[in-house]
């Protein structure tokens, strides 16, 4: 050990006690915790950036009314339009998306966004056996085949 590596050291004790003195719940830490502890609260600063953004993404502002178009039903779901989905994809979706809006324990509780992912659900599921309600998918899911 050096002569700076003593004098460090005795500098560093001698500050961890007037520290201790003065604030009993307080400790000087190594530099080597300083980084992990810095590299653990950006690695958080990230993750609330990402769940933000998420949410953010997660987050409509109720339309006027009831929903009674297939499109807005399928942007609502965060379709890219209204041919691009099955009725899996809507029961899925809409299971993500029900907790987050559930207005007893949602994240974003919301009676009236749970009201229109309801109505958007019925009416995605209802539009997709309408159109596909014959052939190889009715089939595939167990319904009536022709």
């Known amino acids: 050990m050096g002569e700076t590596d003593a004098s460090d050291g005795a500098i560093r004790k001698a500050l961890a006690v007037a520290l201790a003195l003065a604030d009993p719940g307080a400790r000087i830490l190594p530099g080597e915790d300083v980084r992990r502890l ?23 502002q109720p339309l006027d009314g009831r929903i009674t178009h297939v499109r807005d039903a399928a942007q609502l779901f965060g ?21 987050v809006y559930h207005p007893d324990t949602g994240i974003v509780a ?37």
């Open 38 to 60: 810095e590299a653990a609260v950006e690695t958080l600063g990230y993750r609330n950036k990402t769940l933000a953004h998420a949410l953010q993404r997660l987050s409509f």
């Open 79 to 99: 379709f890219v339009n209204e041919w691009c989905f099955d009725e899996d994809q809507v029961r899925r979706r809409f299971r993500e998306l029900a907790p």
């Open 110 to 146: 919301c009676r009236e966004r749970m009201g229109q992912l309801i109505d958007a659900r019925n009416l995605l599921v209802h539009h997709v056996r309408s159109v596909y309600g014959s052939g190889d998918w009715m089939t595939r899911r167990g319904g009536p085949s022709v």
